[in-house]
C-alpha cells in the first residue's frame, strides 16, 4: 500500500500520475525531523539491504555509503563519488520489515545508508517542502511494482531502437557515416542506428545542419534509411546566444531562457561558447523547445538524445571573474602550498559550481524560483519537452529520445544512458548493477556506452562489454574523441564481433516482448538475485549476475585475461552459450559452477520449465524475421 505524506508547499515535479490524498505528517512511518535541515532516520538490522537510487555508483545492494541526489555532469565514475546525472530518489529497504521510500523533492538529497553509521539511514534535505511516499509491501518486487503504478507507464522507443547502435564523438563528414555503414555490412555486423555527436552542428548551435559537411542533408538521411540506418543527431540544453540564429532570437523575444538575479539572461560557457539556458519549467518555452526538433523531423530524423542537461555549465562570467581575480592575486609572488591550491581550486571550481546554480532563476508558469531549489528536474523537463512533442505530432512509439540527466517522471516519455564513463573493466560490472535499480525507478529503455567512452579500449574488453550490451536495451558503442577507434572492425578479425552481434539480433523479439511486458504491467526487466530468492543468503548477495525477464539470469564475464567464470545457481538451470547460430546447452544444478565462456560466446542461464524464442540472426531490424521463431530450448 502506498501512503503519501506532504511536507510544507512542495514543487510539483509531475514525477507521480496517481492522484493520492496525503495522510497526516504525524503518522510517516519513519523518524521525521524538520529542523535547519528535514531529516528522515531509520535503523537497519544486521542483514538488511538497500535497493535502489537509480543511476549511481556502487553496489546493487546500496548499504555502506552516502550519497548524493543532484544531477551532475561527472565523468569519472569512481567508487569515492556520491552522484552522477540522474537524481532517483526510490529506496527499498529489505530485511524483516520490506519498505519502499521515494522523496519528491527536486534539490538536493543526501542519503547516508549506513555510511556514518552501520546501523543507521540518514537522509537529509534542505527546504522543509516535498512529497513523501512510503510503500509497504509483500515483496521487494511488489513494491516496486506499486511504485512504477503510481509513476505511470515507461517509454517505449520504435521498434529499431532495440538493434546495434555505433556512436562516436569525432564522426563529422557524410564520409565518416557512409565508412561506418560499409565497414558494418563488409564484415557481416548487423547495425542500425549511427549517432552524431556535437560535430554536426554549425558552430555547435541546436537545430543547425553544418551546410559544409552536409551539403543535402535530408537526402543524406533518406539514403542512409535506404540503407536501414537511422541517423541519431545530439541536442545540448544550452542554446547559444547569437544574433541572427533564430533559435537564440526566438528564445530571447519570448523570455524564455533563464534569468539571473536582476533579470537578465542568465550567461554560461557550455560547446559554443556563451550560451542562454532555455527554462524548460515554463511550459511554454517548453513547448517552443520541443517544437524546434521539427527542423530535423522534416529532414527524415526520428531519433535524438539529448545533452548536457543537468545542465552541465562549464563556467559563468562571474565564475571566471572569480578565477582570474585568485590568480591575479598571485602573478608574480612566490605561491606556498596553501596558495597554490587555493588557486589550483579556484580555477578548476568554475564548472558546474553551486554559486552558478544558486544565481539564476526560472519563470516556473507565473513562480519565479531559483535553480538550485529545482535543479535535478532541469534536464527532465529538457527531455520531456521533446517527448511531449514528438508523441503530440507523430503518436507514440514513433521517435527514439533519450537524456543524460533525469528524474523520475521522465521514464515516461524517454530513456537515460548512464554517460561518460571509462573503457575499464570495472565498468562492465558498474553497468550491469545499475541496470535493476533504474528499471526500479521506471526507466527501462537504458544502457551505458559499450566499451567506454573516456580511454582506450582492447579488443578482448570491447567483446566482453558487447557480450553484456546483448542484453540491454540500449545497446550502444560510444567513445570519445581522440580516444583509440572501437568500432566492432576496428580489432582485426571481426568474426567474434559478428558471433556476439548476431546473437543480439537473434534475442531481439523476446527482449523486445519483455520490455514490452515491463513497461505495460510495471515489472522490472532485470531484477537483483535477492529479489527472486529472498530465502537465498547466497543469491542475495550475488552482486554480478541479474535475472532477465521471468526466465532467465545473465552473468557476464568482467575480467580482464578470463576465460572463464564462477556463477551461482539459485536453482537448477539450462547453461546456454550462444554464439552466432551456434548454441550450446548443459543442465546444471543449484549452486556454484566455474564455467568456460570464450570471447565470442554470451552465456545465459534459462529456469526450469521455461523457454524463450530465438530469431534468425539478420543484419538489421528492418530484415529481421519477427514471425517463425524457434524455441532456444
Ligand atoms: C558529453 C556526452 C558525450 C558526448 C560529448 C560530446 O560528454 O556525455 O556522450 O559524446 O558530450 O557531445
Given at each position: 500500500m502506498?501512503?503519501?505524506?506532504?511536507?510544507?508547499?512542495?514543487?510539483?515535479?509531475?514525477?507521480?500520475?496517481?492522484?493520492?490524498?496525503?495522510?497526516?505528517?504525524?503518522?510517516?512511518?519513519?523518524?521525521?525531523?524538520?529542523?535547519?535541515?528535514?531529516?528522515?532516520?531509520?535503523?537497519?538490522?544486521?542483514?538488511?539491504?538497500?535497493?535502489?537510487?537509480?543511476?549511481?555508483?556502487?553496489?546493487?545492494?546500496?548499504?555502506?555509503?552516502?550519497?548524493?541526489?543532484?544531477?551532475?555532469?561527472?565523468?569519472?565514475?569512481?567508487?569515492?563519488?556520491?552522484?552522477?546525472?540522474?537524481?532517483?530518489?526510490?529506496?527499498?529497504?529489505?530485511?524483516?520489515?520490506k519498505f519502499?521510500?521515494?522523496?519528491?523533492?527536486?534539490?538536493?538529497?543526501?542519503?547516508?545508508?549506513?555510511?556514518?553509521?552501520?546501523?543507521?539511514?540518514?537522509?537529509?534535505?534542505?527546504?522543509?517542502?516535498?512529497?513523501?511516499?512510503?510503500i509497504d509491501g509483500e515483496s521487494e518486487l511488489d513494491i516496486v511494482k506499486q511504485?512504477?503504478?503510481?509513476?505511470?507507464?515507461?517509454?517505449?522507443?520504435?521498434?529499431?531502437?532495440?538493434?546495434?547502435?555505433?556512436?562516436?564523438?569525432?564522426?563529422?563528414?557524410?564520409?565518416?557515416?557512409?565508412?561506418?555503414?560499409?565497414?558494418?555490412?563488409?564484415?557481416?555486423?548487423?547495425?542500425?542506428?549511427?549517432?552524431?555527436?556535437?560535430?554536426?552542428?554549425?558552430?555547435?548551435?541546436?537545430?543547425?545542419?553544418?551546410?559544409?559537411?552536409?551539403?543535402?542533408?535530408?537526402?543524406?538521411?533518406?539514403?542512409?534509411?535506404?540503407?536501414?540506418?537511422?541517423?541519431?543527431?545530439?541536442?545540448?540544453?544550452?542554446?547559444?546566444?547569437?544574433?541572427?540564429?533564430?533559435?537564440?532570437?526566438?528564445?530571447?523575444?519570448?523570455?524564455?531562457?533563464?534569468?539571473?538575479?536582476?533579470?537578465?539572461?542568465?550567461?554560461?560557457?557550455?560547446?559554443?561558447?556563451?550560451?542562454?539556458?532555455?527554462?524548460?519549467?515554463?511550459?511554454?518555452?517548453?513547448?517552443?523547445?520541443?517544437?524546434?526538433?521539427?527542423?530535423?523531423?522534416?529532414?527524415?530524423?526520428?531519433?535524438?538524445?539529448?545533452?548536457?542537461?543537468?545542465?552541465?555549465?562549464?563556467?559563468?562570467?562571474?565564475?571566471?571573474?572569480?578565477?582570474?581575480?585568485?590568480?591575479?592575486?598571485?602573478?608574480?609572488?612566490?605561491?606556498?602550498?596553501?596558495?597554490?591550491?587555493?588557486?589550483?581550486?579556484?580555477?578548476?571550481?568554475?564548472?558546474?559550481?553551486?554559486?552558478?546554480?544558486?544565481?539564476?532563476?526560472?519563470?516556473?508558469?507565473?513562480?519565479?524560483?531559483?535553480?538550485?531549489?529545482?535543479?535535478?528536474?532541469?534536464?527532465?523537463?529538457?527531455?520531456?519537452?521533446?517527448?511531449?512533442?514528438?508523441?503530440?505530432?507523430?503518436?507514440?512509439?514513433?521517435?527514439?529520445?533519450?537524456?543524460?540527466?533525469?528524474?523520475?517522471?521522465?521514464?515516461?516519455?524517454?530513456?537515460?544512458?548512464?554517460?561518460?564513463?571509462?573503457?575499464?573493466?570495472?565498468?562492465?560490472?558498474?553497468?550491469?548493477?545499475?541496470?535493476?535499480?533504474?528499471?526500479?525507478?521506471?526507466?527501462?529503455?537504458?544502457?551505458?556506452?559499450?566499451?567506454?567512452?573516456?580511454?582506450?579500449?582492447?579488443?578482448?574488453?570491447?567483446?566482453?562489454?558487447?557480450?553484456?550490451?546483448?542484453?540491454?536495451?540500449?545497446?550502444?558503442?560510444?567513445?570519445?574523441?581522440?580516444?583509440?577507434?572501437?568500432?566492432?572492425?576496428?580489432?582485426?578479425?571481426?568474426?567474434?564481433?559478428?558471433?556476439?552481434?548476431?546473437?543480439?539480433?537473434?534475442?531481439?523479439?523476446?527482449?523486445?516482448?519483455?520490455?514490452?511486458?515491463?513497461?505495460?504491467?510495471?515489472?522490472?526487466?532485470?531484477?537483483?538475485?535477492?529479489?527472486?530468492?529472498p530465502?537465498?543468503?547466497?543469491?542475495?548477495?550475488?552482486?554480478?549476475?541479474?535475472?532477465?525477464?521471468?526466465?532467465?539470469?545473465?552473468?557476464?564475464?568482467?575480467?580482464?585475461?578470463?576465460?572463464?567464470?564462477?556463477?551461482?545457481?539459485?536453482?537448477?538451470?539450462?547453461?546456454?552459450?550462444?554464439?552466432?547460430?551456434?548454441?550450446?546447452?548443459?543442465?546444471?544444478?543449484?549452486?556454484?559452477?566455474?564455467?568456460?565462456?570464450?570471447?565470442?560466446?554470451?552465456?545465459?542461464?534459462?529456469?526450469?520449465?521455461?523457454?524463450?524464442?530465438?530469431?534468425?540472426?539478420?543484419?538489421?531490424?528492418?530484415?529481421?524475421?519477427?514471425?517463425?521463431?524457434?524455441?532456444?530450448?
Amino acid at each position: 500500500m502506498v501512503k503519501k505524506f506532504r511536507l510544507g508547499n512542495p514543487f510539483n515535479t509531475d514525477a507521480v500520475v496517481e492522484k493520492i490524498e496525503p495522510c497526516g505528517i504525524d503518522a510517516f512511518p519513519l523518524e521525521l525531523s524538520v529542523g535547519e535541515n528535514v531529516t528522515i532516520e531509520f535503523n537497519l538490522e544486521k542483514d538488511d539491504m538497500v535497493f535502489g537510487l537509480g543511476e549511481a555508483v556502487r553496489g546493487i545492494n546500496k548499504r555502506g555509503w552516502i550519497y548524493e541526489s543532484w544531477c551532475t555532469d561527472e565523468t569519472n565514475h569512481t567508487e569515492d563519488k556520491r552522484a552522477l546525472y540522474g537524481a532517483h530518489n526510490f529506496i527499498v529497504v529489505s530485511g524483516k520489515t520490506k519498505f519502499g521510500l521515494f522523496v519528491d523533492y527536486p534539490s538536493k538529497i543526501e542519503w547516508d545508508l549506513g555510511y556514518s553509521s552501520p546501523e543507521k539511514c540518514v537522509i537529509k534535505f534542505e527546504n522543509p517542502d516535498a512529497d513523501l511516499y512510503y510503500i509497504d509491501g509483500e515483496s521487494e518486487l511488489d513494491i516496486v511494482k506499486q511504485f512504477r503504478k503510481i509513476i505511470g507507464k515507461s517509454y517505449i522507443p520504435p521498434f529499431w531502437a532495440f538493434g546495434y547502435q555505433q556512436s562516436c564523438w569525432g564522426y563529422s563528414k557524410q564520409e565518416d557515416f557512409v565508412n561506418v555503414r560499409e565497414s558494418h555490412r563488409e564484415n557481416n555486423l548487423p547495425l542500425d542506428c549511427i549517432y552524431m555527436d556535437i560535430d554536426y552542428m554549425e558552430h555547435f548551435k541546436d537545430f543547425t545542419v553544418n551546410r559544409e559537411l552536409f551539403p543535402d542533408f535530408k537526402a543524406f538521411v533518406s539514403e542512409m534509411k535506404a540503407h536501414n540506418i537511422h541517423l541519431i543527431p545530439i541536442i545540448d540544453a544550452g542554446v547559444k546566444k547569437e544574433k541572427g540564429y533564430s533559435v537564440y532570437d526566438e528564445g530571447h523575444e519570448n523570455g524564455y531562457f533563464c534569468t539571473d538575479k536582476d533579470g537578465n539572461e542568465f550567461e554560461c560557457g557550455v560547446w559554443p561558447g556563451i550560451v542562454g539556458l532555455p527554462d524548460f519549467l515554463n511550459s511554454d518555452a517548453r513547448r517552443w523547445f520541443g517544437s524546434k526538433y521539427k527542423v530535423l523531423t522534416d529532414m527524415g530524423i526520428d531519433g535524438f538524445w539529448n545533452d548536457m542537461n543537468e545542465p552541465a555549465l562549464f563556467y559563468s562570467k562571474q565564475g571566471l571573474n572569480k578565477a582570474f581575480d585568485k590568480l591575479d592575486k598571485i602573478r608574480g609572488k612566490e605561491v606556498d602550498i596553501w596558495g597554490f591550491f587555493e588557486s589550483k581550486n579556484a580555477v578548476l571550481g568554475i564548472q558546474n559550481s553551486m554559486d552558478d546554480y544558486k544565481s539564476f532563476y526560472h519563470n516556473a508558469d507565473g513562480k519565479r524560483v531559483c535553480h538550485k531549489d529545482v535543479h535535478n528536474i532541469y534536464g527532465s523537463f529538457m527531455t520531456r519537452a521533446a517527448g511531449e512533442y514528438f508523441e503530440e505530432e507523430f503518436g507514440k512509439e514513433n521517435k527514439l529520445i533519450f537524456s543524460r540527466a533525469s528524474y523520475i517522471g521522465a521514464h515516461r516519455t524517454s530513456g537515460i544512458w548512464f554517460g561518460d564513463n571509462f573503457s575499464w573493466w570495472e565498468h562492465i560490472l558498474l553497468n550491469l548493477k545499475m541496470l535493476p535499480s533504474v528499471n526500479m525507478c521506471g526507466f527501462l529503455y537504458s544502457g551505458a556506452d559499450l566499451g567506454g567512452f573516456n580511454n582506450n579500449a582492447s579488443r578482448d574488453l570491447m567483446l566482453r562489454w558487447l557480450a553484456l550490451g546483448v542484453f540491454t536495451p540500449l545497446m550502444r558503442n560510444h567513445r570519445a574523441l581522440g580516444t583509440r577507434a572501437q568500432e566492432a572492425y576496428q580489432f582485426g578479425d571481426c568474426k567474434d564481433f559478428a558471433d556476439v552481434l548476431a546473437v543480439r539480433y537473434r534475442l531481439i523479439p523476446y527482449l523486445y516482448s519483455t520490455f514490452r511486458n515491463a513497461s505495460e504491467n510495471d515489472e522490472m526487466i532485470f531484477k537483483p538475485l535477492a529479489f527472486e530468492y529472498p530465502d537465498d543468503k547466497i543469491a542475495r548477495e550475488v552482486e554480478d549476475q541479474l535475472m532477465l525477464g521471468s526466465e532467465c539470469m545473465i552473468a557476464p564475464v568482467y575480467e580482464q585475461n578470463k576465460t572463464a567464470r564462477n556463477v551461482y545457481l539459485p536453482e537448477d538451470m539450462t547453461f546456454v552459450k550462444l554464439s552466432g547460430e551456434n548454441v550450446y546447452k548443459e543442465e546444471l544444478k543449484k549452486g556454484w559452477h566455474y564455467l568456460n565462456i570464450e570471447l565470442n560466446e554470451v552465456p545465459l542461464f534459462v529456469k526450469k520449465g521455461k523457454n524463450i524464442p530465438l530469431a534468425k540472426p539478420a543484419l538489421n531490424t528492418a530484415e529481421l524475421e519477427r514471425e517463425n521463431l524457434e524455441n532456444l530450448l
